[in-house]
């Protein structure tokens, strides 16, 4: 990927609600994509990521995201969402050489 | 947990003075790389390494150096900081790349205010 692109700055959701946080990726070759989950004061870990093969990768926590190549999406959903889930998501792709570059990321706030 | 420290964890500077920010992996990983972390940018690539003495720049590198003299050193330097390089600053690692199908693993962060 060249560029990744989160447009959702911020969504607020109900517990149980279903989510679906959107990212598109500019082609640059190779396509690697990952979503990647900051916890409040914590580190990014690694929530799914896609290579090639199926589409419909399944991570971690229920999460999973659909690669879209004639959309260029990776979108991330969830059909049922907790308190626990309240965190920033971040949409990374491969660039080149060693290096993946994130999108600005999706502020995710669960109302109890 | 990946074995990744980053001291200090927090820092407060004046501007002009220089800083170094050290991590530190007890996983004996090839690839080291610096990010800094910003609202509305994500996360942006400074500089990485992909082996002892081996680094190439990111995409935001002025302003700053590294150096890796260990395996299990990454050491991220600002000659002389500005308060444009206000940010939170995450250390990562992988064990390889191959177009990035390695996961990174991230070090706790260190939070530097540059006054």
């Known amino acids: ?112 | 947990d990946a074995g990744i420290t980053q001291s200090p964890r927090h820092k407060v500077t004046e501007t002009g003075t220089p800083v170094t920010l050290r991590c530190h992996q007890t996983e004996n990983h090839r690839y080291m790389y610096w990010y800094r972390q910003d609202p509305g940018h994500g996360l942006r690539l400074i500089h990485y390494s992909y082996g002892v003495k081996d680094t190439d720049k990111g995409e935001v590198s002025d302003g700053y150096s590294v150096s890796r003299s260990k395996t299990e050193d990454f050491l991220l330097t600002l000659e002389s900081a500005t308060s444009s390089q206000t940010s939170v600053y995450f250390c990562a690692i992988s064990e390889s790349s191959d177009r990035g199908r390695y996961e990174q693993y991230f070090g706790p962060g260190t939070r530097l205010t540059v006054t």
């Open chain 1, 1 to 112: 990927a060249q560029s990744v692109s989160q447009h959702n700055h911020h969504v607020i959701l109900s517990e149980a609600a279903s989510l679906e946080l959107g990212c598109n990726y500019s082609y640059g070759g190779t396509v690697n994509l990952f979503w990647y989950v900051q916890y409040p004061g914590q580190h990014l870990q690694l929530l799914l990521k896609y290579f090639s093969g199926d589409p419909l990768v399944k991570g971690i926590k229920g999460f999973e995201a659909e690669f879209i190549k004639s959309k260029f999406s990776f979108n991330l959903r969830k059909p049922s969402v907790q308190w626990s889930d309240t965190a920033e998501y971040f949409c990374a792709g491969y660039s080149s050489a060693s290096k993946i570059i994130f999108g600005s990321g999706t502020r995710l706030s669960i109302r109890p």
